[in-house]
T-cell receptor
Framework: KQEVTQIPAALSVPEGENLVLNCSFT??????LQWFRQDPGKGLTSLLL?????REQTSGRLNASLDKSSGRSTLYIAASQPGDSATYLC?????????FGKGTRLSVIA | DTAVSQTPKYLVTQMGNDKSIKCEQN?????MYWYKQDSKKFLKIMFS???????INETVPNRFSPKSPDKAHLNLHINSLELGDSAVYFC?????????????FGDGTRLSIL
C-alpha cells in the first residue's frame, strides 16, 4: 500500500530565501508524482507533474525532482515571496489512485 | 470562467439527514473525482468516474452514492449523515483517465454535521 510522507509539516522562511520541500513515497512503482498548492479555503492547484520516466520538471521559480529508486521527490522554490505562502501537497499515482501526503504549510515572511 | 465548480460551498445539517453536493466542470474533461479532506487535512480519494462510468470506489460506505448524469457533472449524495462525515469534500476533473494528466480541483464543500 502506497504511503506518502512530507517533511517538514510546517516551514517559515524570510522573503527571498530559496527553499526545498520534501516528499517520500513507499512504493516506487509510480506512474507520476504531482505537486499541488492549497490556499486556505480553496481547492488544490496543480503545480507540476513529473512522469515516472522524467527526473524533473520546471515552471517559473518552481523545480520538482523525482528519484524513483529512493522514493523521493523535492519541490524547490527559488526567491520565495509572501504570495508563496500556502500548503504544498505531493501526490503519487501508481497501482493505487492518487495518494496524497499531509502537506507542508509554508509561510514566507515579508 | 473555465473551472470546476461545486455547490454548495458550505453545508450545515443535522445527523441522520440526507444531502447532496453538486459538481460541474466546463473544461471538457471526461474523468471526474470526489475527494474527502478530514479535520487533519488528510486528502483521500473516494470515487472516480470516466465517461459517466464508475472506475474507482475506495471502500466508501454505501451511504455515499455518486451520480454522473453526463461527463460534465458528478454529484455526491449522502444518506443518513453521521458526525464522522464532517469534512471538506473536493470535486476534481482531468482529461482522460490516464495517469499522466493533472487534475483540476473545485474549491470544496465544507460539510458540518450537528
Amino acid at each position: 500500500k502506497q504511503e506518502v510522507t512530507q517533511i517538514p509539516a510546517a516551514l517559515s522562511v524570510p522573503e527571498g530565501e530559496n527553499l526545498v520541500l520534501n516528499c517520500s513515497f513507499t512504493d516506487s512503482a509510480i506512474y507520476n508524482l504531482q505537486w499541488f498548492r492549497q490556499d486556505p479555503g480553496k481547492g488544490l492547484t496543480s503545480l507540476l507533474l513529473i512522469q515516472s520516466s522524467q527526473r524533473e520538471q520546471t515552471s517559473g521559480r518552481l523545480n520538482a525532482s523525482l528519484d524513483k529508486s529512493s522514493g523521493r521527490s523535492t519541490l524547490y522554490i527559488a526567491a520565495s515571496q509572501p504570495g508563496d505562502s500556502a500548503t504544498y501537497l505531493c501526490a503519487a499515482t501508481g497501482n493505487t489512485p492518487l495518494v496524497f501526503g499531509k502537506g507542508t504549510r509554508l509561510s514566507v515572511i515579508a | 470562467d473555465t473551472a470546476v465548480s461545486q455547490t454548495p460551498k458550505y453545508l450545515v445539517t443535522q445527523m441522520g439527514n440526507d444531502k447532496s453536493i453538486k459538481c460541474e466542470q466546463n473544461l471538457g474533461h471526461d474523468t471526474m473525482y470526489w475527494y474527502k479532506q478530514d479535520s487533519k487535512k488528510f486528502l483521500k480519494i473516494m470515487f472516480s468516474y470516466n465517461n459517466k462510468e464508475l472506475i474507482i470506489n475506495e471502500t466508501v460506505p454505501n451511504r455515499f452514492s455518486p451520480k454522473s448524469p453526463d461527463k460534465a457533472h458528478l454529484n455526491l449524495h449522502i444518506n443518513s449523515l453521521e458526525l464522522g462525515d464532517s469534512a471538506v469534500y473536493f470535486c476534481a476533473s482531468s482529461h482522460g483517465a490516464g495517469d499522466n494528466q493533472p487534475q483540476h480541483f473545485g474549491d470544496g464543500t465544507r460539510l458540518s454535521i450537528l
